[in-house]
């Protein structure tokens, strides 16, 4: 048989006359292929001395099922027995049974489709055989055998956005790849730029959506908030229409279904993904001030939406619908245009297919660092004789979190950043620790032989030969240094936030392999290689003022050149790792995997200290670093840094910090800026943008402003016949005027310019002015008494 090479876009396993099958939609050079494995037996485990417990049950259950005792243990040497069924409805019926009767039940959640393919290490890519069929616009394969490959896609993709009114009765629905470009619109045919296939009504305006993905098949489906909004109101208007929607590839319809507890929407599109812009850009770490498309792509791009406001876009888009439906349709468009382009600049699609090549995790899948661990982790196991626990919810001991030192608050010259390079990943790596290699070394005596495990903290040791996780980090880390040399961005940033999210999923309860030995081993080693750094620093006659999860920062007691700090940070970080290296070979007989690198030189510091306290503030700095055009500085979690200050803070804070850096004196800059702040010339600069993090009625007690003025906004929403806006959460902008905080829409009242000078100005100010002798209120103080 012909081997053929494809790329996992869905998975699905049901139920099918008295057996399973799972359908694997794949992406393949020779177009979309549907594998069909047929007759696959799900399977769970129990322990051998409850086998005639359960068989009894089975029997009582009429389920047809085989016991086969296998040579596996659980994680207490517990031996096992695997029990299979012909169905996933029989194997959860008699898992259930077993639970109800008390009896210990392993791995009985994983997903058959999941643990078909972890168990051939399969990640993304597959290679396979068996028998093809031509069907329409896609081939069917029976009798598969399939295997992990080496194969990269190259995906065919689609934005899609809808237009509605707040009623949520559909207008038009807009269409972006490169196979073709159009929205579909409800209306009457006229002329227009963009390209618009007319319909009659809601329900032609769906069939013909439905008729362009038969037509032009993308494998990927991309928008923002597409899930949650766009396709949530197609499945609620199809279902009011009476159709369904069958965009699936095989004509098959999707399904859409809500979280019980969060109301979070979920999409199942067989052979399509969907992917949402918001949420693949959380997932590979990017951070914005505002979600909102027009903000994301002002960021990104620097263009965005040509309607801004909430209030004039809907009624903007009611007016064009009856008025001038080719700009609505314009408008439609552009918004697909926009995520298209984002994904673009931003790699989302090769980031996702580079973290399912080395994951096994849906294209689609948001987070996912604890499915991506298990893939990886649970094959390996088994192969060593072990099942995996449960979960713990309950009674659940947390590790420490990341080392933070007590800052030294001052002024400073020339400071040094020592950084740990992927400080958990190479104490994984240095000190062997992983779940197996807990179990494995727990069962070996201690003090009779200290070479026979590495010793950890709260209890935990850990096997020297039997262990997979450092290997597994040690395979990532190589990869990402090629792919760095390489210059695969995408692929780079994939395999850091793998290798860094191992920790977490170690340290959380929602990890079947959760052991609070094996994260504290990992955290509580961090403190004493950051303490002990911070010794051997100070023995050079430095001084360290201050320490951060795996940075370092070194004020080298003096102002010195750029390269007279290089050198001086260069002979510190070989100084420690060669003691690193000497102390772990003679004190444990391990390889140090700790690499201390030099990353940055400031050449003015601010620690500051914690407002209204002498102490030293933790995880808040600000530096200046570089010279000439090169020059900036930078702030860490201060105003300048955070949304939830205004820009004049922000503006006020960028000026202040880069006179005192430079040594000049700020005082007719801080009065001046004071009285422009009263006098009005910065109203454009006194919004306040803040989430609401619960629904509006939710809040009881505590009404923090940004409630106070989000209730006004949908007073006067109301009043107006306007769409209700902050009900459900959301971002709100508001100011504080003399009558308290009012929405920035419906403003109505005085600015309250006391408030922003005190809470405001002075913050920012008293955080660096004493460093330099002086004072933010008498510097201002003789400026109010005039107004």
Request: proline share 4%.
């Amino acid at each position: 048989m012909t081997i053929n090479h494809g790329f996992l876009l869905t998975r699905q396993a049901r139920d099918f006359s008295g057996t399973t099958q799972i359908d694997l939609w794949l992406a393949t050079e020779q177009g979309p292929t549907q594998l069909i494995i047929e007759n696959e037996k799900p399977v769970f485990f129990i322990s051998q001395e409850h086998l005639s417990a359960a068989e009894n049950l089975a029997q009582e259950q009429r389920i047809n099922s085989t016991f086969k005792p296998l040579p596996l243990k659980d994680f207490k040497a517990t031996p096992m027995v695997a029990c299979y069924t012909n169905t996933t409805k029989d194997s959860q019926t008699l898992s259930h049974q077993l639970k109800n009767h008390d009896l210990l039940v392993l791995e009985d959640d994983i997903r058959l489709a999941d643990r078909y393919l972890m168990e051939r290490f399969i990640k993304g890519s597959v290679e396979f055989t068996g028998i093809a069929q031509s069907r329409n616009g896609f081939q069917r394969v029976t009798q598969v055998k399939c295997r992990q490959g080496d194969y990269t896609p190259s995906l065919k993709v689609v934005s899609l956005d809808i237009e509605c009114s707040e009623k949520g009765i559909l207008y038009s629905i807009g269409l972006d790849s490169p196979m073709d470009s159009r929205v579909i619109m409800i209306g009457q045919p006229q002329p227009a730029e963009t390209p618009i296939k007319w319909v009659s009504d809601e329900h032609e305006l769906l069939v013909a959506m439905i008729r362009w993905f038969n037509q032009f098949d993308p494998d990927v489906i991309i928008g923002w908030n597409v899930i949650d909004f766009d396709f949530r109101l197609l499945h609620k208007r199809a279902e009011w229409n009476k159709l369904k929607l069958n965009i699936g590839r095989g004509n098959q319809a999707s399904f859409f279904r809500s979280s019980n507890t969060t109301q979070q929407g979920f999409i199942s599109i067989p052979g399509r993904v969907v992917m949402d812009g918001i949420d693949t850009l959380k997932t590979a770490t990017y951070h914005f001030r505002s979600w909102s498309l027009e903000a994301v792509s002002q960021e990104l791009l620097g263009e965005g939406k040509q309607i801004h406001n909430v209030h004039d876009r809907m009624d903007e888009i009611n007016h064009m619908f009856r008025k001038d439906k080719p700009s609505l349709a314009k408008y439609n468009l552009q918004d697909c245009v926009l995520v298209n382009k984002i994904f673009a600049h931003t790699h989302l699609l090769e980031f996702a297919i580079e973290r399912s090549r080395l994951t096994g995790v849906e294209l689609d899948r948001v987070g996912g660092s604890v499915a991506a661990f298990t893939n990886l982790y649970l094959p390996q196991i088994h192969r060593a004789g072990y099942v995996a626990p449960n979960l713990h919810p309950e009674n659940w001991i947390a590790s420490p979190g990341g080392y933070v030192m007590d800052s030294i608050p001052n002024l400073y010259d020339s400071v040094l950043v020592l950084d740990f390079k992927s400080l958990y990943p190479s104490i994984i790596r240095s000190f062997l620790i992983d779940p197996m290699g807990l179990i494995e070394g727990l069962q070996l005596e201690i003090g009779l032989d200290e070479d026979q495990a590495v010793p950890g903290f709260r209890g935990g040791q850990f096997a020297r030969d039997k262990h997979f996780l450092p290997k597994m980090i040690e395979d990532l880390w190589a990869a990402r240094d090629i792919a760095k040399k390489n210059n695969e961005k995408a692929f780079s940033q994939a395999i850091k936030i793998i290798m860094n999210s191992f920790y977490g999923v170690l340290g959380s309860s929602g990890c079947r392999f959760f052991d609070t030995r094996l994260a504290s081993s990992i955290t509580m080693r961090g403190h004493e290689i950051m303490k002990t750094t911070k010794r051997l620093i100070e023995e050079q006659g430095y001084q360290v003022i201050y320490g951060d999860t795996d940075s370092t920062f070194v004020s080298l007691n003096g102002q010195f050149s750029q390269q007279q700090a290089d050198a001086i940070g260069q002979s510190l970080v070989e100084h420690i790792n060669a003691w690193w290296t000497k102390h772990l070979r003679e004190e444990y007989n391990l390889t140090s995997i700790l690499e201390l690198e030099y990353e940055t030189h400031y050449r003015r510091f601010l620690m500051p200290t914690i407002r209204g306290q002498e102490t030293g503030s933790k995880k808040r700095y600000a530096g200046l670093i570089g010279e000439g055009e090169q020059e900036r500085i930078v702030f860490k979690g201060l105003e300048s840094a955070r949304t939830d200050w205004t820009p004049l803070a922000q503006r006020f804070q960028s000026k202040l910090y880069s006179m005192v850096f430079h040594g000049e004196n700020p005082s007719d800059y801080v009065r001046s800026f004071v009285e422009s702040t009263l006098a009005g010339e910065f109203d454009d600069e006194l919004v306040y943008q803040k989430r609401l993090r619960r629904k509006l009625h939710e809040y009881q007690k505590n009404i923090p402003p940004q409630v106070r003025a989000a209730r006004m906004a949908d007073e006067i929403n109301g009043q107006l016949g306007r769409p209700l806006q902050y009900q459900n959460r959301g971002r709100i902008e508001y100011l504080i005027t003399i009558s308290g905080p009012e929405p920035k829409e419906y403003l109505k009242s005085a600015i309250d310019y006391q408030h922003y000078i005190d809470k405001q100005l002075k913050p920012v100010a008293e955080a660096i002015l004493p460093f330099i002798g002086l004072d933010f209120s008498s510097l201002s103080e003789p400026q109010l008494g005039l107004f």
